[in-house]
């Protein structure tokens, strides 16, 4: 029997959860093996966002398993980003000379249905040990090149203050590196985490960059006000990565609320809006790279620049990031270029430039 009321109190913690939801029957059977075959997990006041009324709200389809999952393209990779192939050492990518990812853990407060990394994680067990970690710090530490360690995973933030405690100083120990970027979804999913001790754990001699992952406006709660206030008040620079999903956040009206609230209620700046990876089982989430430019198109027209993000393709292989749009020139003639501006008007644009070594 389906409880009609939503269950208010029920933290997901795996697949066997799911049968206390209000979830109709038919659509439960569908959807079970997707269910057992991923990570399901995501903490009570996240889940007490979602409507069940609409079986295509939002916050609903980021964490509730569905079939689609298992329907597996053979263009989708495993490994879809090819940080396999960029990492030197465990827990450890080096893909751009100035800054790694280290990864120390692979367990998160919320796992999503759209996570590019989800055949990697790991729910089960504790897998975080300071020798597990030796080898990525170590070669950190011998690679003077290295200026940013960026902290993902998983979510680092399911980690202990201890622990945290322990990594900040590991990592502020080694000179060259000047800037601590983290990852996490905990803002979002599990604000009520983000407090003094957090902090306390973090702060140091590095600066400290938090990229959080919001998709959609109503994700924004008075929690995640609170959070931010904190992270912003301890002096942290605040960024959010967005992943562009179908029937999430796909529309002009979602990712302009989304943006500006980021930026108003939150104080943190839309950095990446990214395209949805070739991540195995995800066609049913994924957009037309078509249907990304013409939203941010339509976003860059309407919103300020603080709160526009940049659309980035992350290339399969191991190419990177590569930023899409806004267009380019729509004809060029020496040092005479064509534009188009927002309203779709041609605009021209001549460049003056005094000629070089004849400066007084
Ligand atoms: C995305 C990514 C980064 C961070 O890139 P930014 O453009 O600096 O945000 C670093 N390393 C790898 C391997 C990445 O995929
Ligand atoms: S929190 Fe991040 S790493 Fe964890 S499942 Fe979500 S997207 Fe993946």
């Given at each position: 029997?389906?409880?009609?009321?939503p269950?208010?109190?029920?933290?997901?913690?795996?697949?066997?959860?799911?049968?206390?939801?209000?979830?109709?029957?038919?659509?439960?059977?569908?959807d079970?093996?997707?269910?057992?075959?991923?990570?399901?997990?995501a903490?009570?006041?996240?889940?007490?966002?979602?409507?069940?009324?609409?079986?295509?709200?939002?916050?609903?389809?980021?964490?509730?398993?569905?079939?689609?999952?298992?329907?597996?393209?053979?263009r989708?990779?495993?490994?879809?980003?090819?940080?396999?192939?960029?990492?030197?050492v465990?827990?450890?990518?080096?893909?751009?000379?100035?800054?790694?990812?280290?990864?120390?853990t692979?367990?998160?407060?919320?796992?999503?249905?759209?996570?590019?990394?989800?055949?990697?994680?790991?729910?089960?067990?504790?897998?975080?040990?300071?020798?597990?970690?030796?080898?990525?710090?170590?070669?950190i530490?011998?690679h003077?090149?290295?200026?940013?360690?960026?902290?993902?995973g998983?979510?680092?933030?399911?980690?202990?203050?201890a622990?945290?405690?322990?990594?900040?100083?590991?990592?502020?120990?080694?000179?060259?590196?000047?800037?601590?970027?983290?990852?996490?979804?905990?803002?979002?999913?599990?604000?009520?985490?983000?407090?003094?001790g957090?902090?306390?754990?973090?702060?140091?001699?590095?600066m400290?960059c938090?990229?959080?992952?919001?998709?959609?406006?109503?994700?924004?709660?008075?929690?995640?006000?609170?959070?931010?206030?904190?992270?912003?008040?301890a002096?942290?620079?605040?960024?959010?990565?967005?992943?562009?999903?179908?029937?999430?956040?796909d529309?002009?009206?979602?990712?302009?609320?989304?943006?500006?609230?980021?930026?108003?209620?939150?104080?943190?700046?839309?950095?990446?809006?990214?395209?949805?990876?070739?991540?195995r089982?995800?066609?049913?989430?994924?957009?037309?790279?078509?249907?990304g430019?013409?939203?941010?198109?339509?976003?860059?027209?309407?919103?300020?620049?603080?709160?526009?993000?940049?659309?980035?393709?992350?290339?399969?292989?191991?190419?990177?990031?590569?930023?899409?749009?806004?267009?380019?020139?729509?004809?060029?003639?020496?040092?005479?270029?064509?534009?188009?501006?927002?309203?779709?008007?041609?605009?021209?644009?001549?460049?003056v430039?005094?000629?070089r070594?004849?400066?007084?």
């Amino acid at each position: 029997m389906t409880d009609p009321t939503p269950r208010r109190g029920l933290t997901l913690h795996d697949a066997s959860d799911l049968d206390r939801l209000p979830i109709d029957p038919a659509t439960r059977e569908r959807d079970r093996e997707a269910a057992r075959a991923y990570a399901v997990r995501a903490p009570r006041r996240y889940l007490e966002l979602v409507d069940w009324d609409d079986p295509a709200d939002p916050v609903r389809a980021q964490v509730i398993p569905r079939a689609e999952e298992l329907q597996w393209d053979e263009r989708e990779r495993e490994d879809p980003i090819g940080d396999r192939a960029w990492s030197p050492v465990e827990r450890l990518t080096h893909r751009h000379a100035d800054r790694v990812l280290l990864y120390p853990t692979y367990r998160c407060a919320v796992y999503c249905r759209h996570c590019f990394r989800k055949e990697s994680l790991a729910p089960d067990g504790d897998d975080f040990s300071e020798a597990a970690l030796a080898p990525a710090l170590d070669y950190i530490a011998s690679h003077p090149e290295i200026r940013e360690v960026i902290l993902t995973g998983g979510d680092p933030w399911v980690l202990s203050d201890a622990r945290l405690a322990w990594l900040r100083g590991r990592i502020e120990s080694v000179a060259h590196v000047r800037l601590l970027r983290i990852h996490t979804r905990v803002p979002v999913a599990l604000p009520e985490r983000v407090d003094a001790g957090l902090v306390a754990a973090l702060r140091g001699r590095l600066m400290v960059c938090v990229v959080t992952h919001f998709n959609h406006p109503r994700e924004i709660t008075p929690a995640c006000v609170e959070a931010a206030r904190t992270l912003r008040e301890a002096g942290f620079m605040l960024l959010n990565q967005t992943v562009l999903l179908r029937g999430v956040n796909d529309d002009v009206e979602t990712l302009e609320a989304l943006s500006r609230e980021l930026v108003y209620a939150l104080g943190v700046k839309p950095y990446y809006l990214h395209h949805c990876d070739l991540t195995r089982g995800l066609s049913h989430l994924r957009t037309t790279l078509d249907e990304g430019l013409a939203l941010m198109k339509r976003l860059r027209a309407r919103a300020s620049g603080v709160c526009v993000p940049t659309y980035v393709l992350d290339l399969p292989g191991g190419g990177g990031k590569v930023p899409l749009g806004p267009a380019g020139p729509l004809t060029r003639d020496g040092s005479r270029w064509v534009f188009e501006s927002h309203d779709g008007s041609q605009c021209p644009y001549e460049e003056v430039v005094a000629a070089r070594g004849q400066e007084p």
